[in-house]
């Protein structure tokens, strides 16, 4: 059992827990440091990161945005199915890019300066979805804009997290389904990867009792403002690796 991989899985599960992306956005260059392959990496943090949006889109279902959600559907689907095909051919470093814009965005509740042009960038719905999209397929970072443009909407907490939990399970489902298709080998046993689903999924149960319903929506908008800086640093840092 890869105890490295236990502890990443634990860590990244808390976090998408809580706001409903994580585990593909800070599991997958955790793996990724950790010597793993990139297809070893999604074969892990795919099945986990549905599992837990599922849980969270059942619980809260009526608070989906589903107009938002339809987009999604429509603009970042294809683009990243078709890039996730080409992702062997083509290597794309967008991790520092993405980290200063999630630092950017982190800091709109205290510069008003960026909280104006962040609206003037994501107010341009469909090209930021394709982009999004785009990202996904190639890095498996695109969680990092999805965050971008569901936190400039200001949805209470209940919406902000299932909205991005909903949109997440999408675009892990046709990942998933995009590398079995293309019969693609991992080298991590399957009851090993059903093993490391089991962990996600007691992982959110016990954050979702014990910490999530204690967040209100004043701290939980700060919180994810944090999460946002600290996943801003963390693409900068692996981008300069």
Same mark, same amino acid.
Request: charged share 10%.
């Given at each position: 059992?890869?105890?490295?991989?236990?502890?990443?899985?634990?860590?990244?599960?808390?976090?998408? +827990? !809580?706001?409903?992306?994580?585990?593909?956005?800070? %599991?997958?260059?955790? #793996? &990724?440091?950790?010597?793993? @392959? $990139?297809?070893?990496?999604?074969?892990?943090?795919?099945?986990?990161?549905?599992?837990?949006?599922?849980?969270?889109?059942?619980?809260?279902?009526?608070?989906?945005?589903?107009?938002?959600?339809?987009?999604?559907?429509?603009?970042?689907?294809?683009?990243?199915?078709?890039?996730?095909?080409?992702?062997? +051919? !083509?290597?794309?470093?967008?991790?520092?890019?993405? %980290?200063?814009?999630? #630092? &950017?965005?982190?800091?709109? @509740? $205290?510069?008003?300066?960026?909280?104006?042009?962040?609206?003037?960038?994501?107010?341009?719905?469909?090209?930021?979805?394709?982009?999004?999209?785009?990202?996904?397929?190639?890095?498996?970072?695109?969680?990092?804009?999805?965050?971008?443009?569901?936190?400039?909407?200001?949805?209470?907490?209940?919406?902000?997290?299932?909205?991005?939990?909903?949109?997440?399970?999408?675009?892990?489902?046709?990942? &998933?389904?995009?590398?079995?298709?293309?019969?693609?080998?991992?080298?991590?046993?399957?009851?090993?990867?059903?093993?490391?689903?089991?962990?996600?999924?007691?992982?959110?149960?016990?954050?979702?009792?014990?910490?999530?319903?204690?967040?209100?929506?004043?701290?939980?908008?700060?919180?994810?403002?944090?999460?946002?800086?600290?996943?801003?640093?963390?693409?900068?840092?692996?981008?300069?690796?």
């Amino acid at each position: 059992m890869p105890i490295d991989i236990l502890l990443t899985i634990i860590v990244t599960a808390t976090v998408q +827990s !809580i706001f409903g992306v994580g585990m593909l956005l800070f %599991g997958t260059p955790i #793996l &990724l440091l950790l010597g793993y @392959s $990139f297809i070893d990496a999604l074969s892990v943090v795919l099945p986990i990161s549905i599992a837990i949006s599922l849980f969270q889109v059942i619980k809260h279902i009526d608070y989906v945005d589903k107009i938002f959600f339809k987009k999604v559907l429509r603009y970042c689907i294809p683009v990243i199915v078709l890039f996730l095909a080409l992702i062997t +051919s !083509i290597k794309i470093n967008v991790g520092f890019i993405m %980290g200063i814009f999630l #630092l &950017l965005v982190a800091l709109k @509740s $205290f510069l008003p300066q960026v909280d104006n042009t962040l609206k003037s960038i994501v107010k341009y719905e469909r090209l930021y979805l394709i982009i999004t999209g785009l990202v996904h397929g190639v890095s498996n970072l695109g969680g990092s804009l999805l965050t971008v443009m569901i936190y400039s909407k200001q949805y209470p907490k209940d919406t902000t997290r299932v909205t991005a939990a909903a949109c997440y399970a999408m675009f892990a489902f046709f990942q &998933l389904i995009t590398l079995l298709i293309m019969q693609t080998d991992f080298s991590i046993a399957y009851d090993i990867r059903a093993f490391f689903v089991q962990i996600g999924i007691v992982t959110f149960l016990i954050v979702e009792k014990m910490l999530y319903g204690n967040i209100n929506n004043e701290k939980y908008n700060h919180i994810f403002a944090i999460f946002l800086f600290t996943a801003g640093l963390a693409l900068i840092g692996k981008s300069m690796l």
